[in-house]
């Protein structure tokens, strides 16, 4: 980090959530948490952190880790079946996490058109991690989670896999997330998040202590993510839980948009901060954190939490 200013703020927490996990599998947790020295935050008298869930696992980075292992566990060795599109990160985790610890995954991949053409790098390192790939046309995969077309494709792949959804966002991957929220508590008073599913957002604001609040910053176009996040929690928890809200102005124009002033300024904090940036989620959560800070949307004193949950 710049100027010698990172430290770990977290280190001492002492719990090992690695315990039980194959070795293949063990992460670095708690994940750790950053000082930087960032004058768009300091001329605010802002403090902001970085947590480092990108150092949690070489293979399954940031979010993954946290949403895949109690899916993992429960699966106990069965094939594992999940879904996503050509870039999906949760699809190349899952394939890793198979190749590790040696149980068959199964993609199904949005996009038949795509079956005929040679994979993209993502999908590529799927395949070479031995996931077998199964494209569908993008009508039936919406309709992925209705029983009759679930049931339809797990006649068809393996009557026996272990399901997780999209972006592996089911309640045990939300439950899992609290920890993200405990391992902050009484270190940040804004947590802030980038959102696909909502999922990481449901379990970490449920995990934060009293007085803090989680802010998630939705990468896709569309508004509909508030009610899923309650439906999330609703079936994790049995109610909606946490202080958290939604910042929508920052997709971008919608997933995996990537203009050339948010790459600008992605490339910017990568020179600022010797953090590289991914791009479809990370670069959106850090530009609103910068713009909100200039809109002065965070009190002084206020320390805020960025949650690095990928790495370029
Ligand atoms: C790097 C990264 N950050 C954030 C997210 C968002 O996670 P969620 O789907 O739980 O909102 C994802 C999801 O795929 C991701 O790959």
């Known amino acids: 980090m710049n100027g010698g200013a990172a430290r770990d703020a977290s280190r001492d927490h002492g719990r090992d959530n690695g315990a039980m996990t194959p070795e293949a599998l063990v992460p670095r947790l708690p994940s750790p948490l950053e000082d930087v020295a960032d004058e768009r935050f300091a001329r605010h008298g802002v403090r902001l952190l970085l947590k480092r869930d990108d150092l949690i696992h070489p293979d399954l980075v940031g979010n993954k880790w946290r949403k895949l292992a109690p899916n993992l566990r429960a699966a106990a060795g069965r094939p594992v079946l999940t879904f996503g599109g050509a870039y999906s990160n949760h699809l190349r985790a899952t394939a890793a996490a198979g190749r590790l610890l040696g149980f068959p995954t199964i993609g199904v991949v949005r996009g038949d058109e795509l079956a005929g053409r040679p994979l993209n790098p ?20 919406r309709r992925a ?32 997330c609290t920890e993200l929220g405990a391992e902050l508590r009484g270190h940040a008073d804004v947590v802030a998040v980038a959102c696909g599913t909502g999922g990481t957002l449901a379990g970490l604001a449920a995990g934060l202590g009293s007085g803090q609040r989680a ?8 508004g509909f993510l508030g009610e899923e996040i309650r439906g999330l929690q609703r079936a994790a928890f049995g ?6 809200t939604l910042e929508e102005r920052f997709h971008f124009g919608g997933y995996a948009r990537l203009p050339a002033e948010l790459d600008a300024f992605a490339r910017d904090f990568e020179e600022r901060h010797g953090l590289g940036v991914e791009r479809l989620y990370v670069a959106k959560l850090l530009y609103a954190l910068v713009a909100l800070a200039d809109e002065g949307a965070f009190p002084a004193g206020t320390r805020v939490a960025a949650v690095i949950t990928g790495r370029p």
Request: charged share 20%; aromatic share 6%; glycine share 10%.
């Open 122 to 141: 993502s999908l590529a390192r799927c395949a070479a991690d031995g996931m077998r790939l199964h494209f569908v046309d993008r009508a039936t995969y």
């Open 145 to 176: 989670s209705a029983p009759e077309v679930l049931a339809a494709l797990l006649d068809l792949l393996d009557p026996e896999a272990y399901v997780v959804p999209e972006g592996g966002s089911n309640s045990l991957a939300v439950r899992g």
């Open 215 to 222: 802010l998630g910053v939705p990468v896709l176009k569309g």
């Open 239 to 244: 109610e909606v839980r946490g202080a958290w």
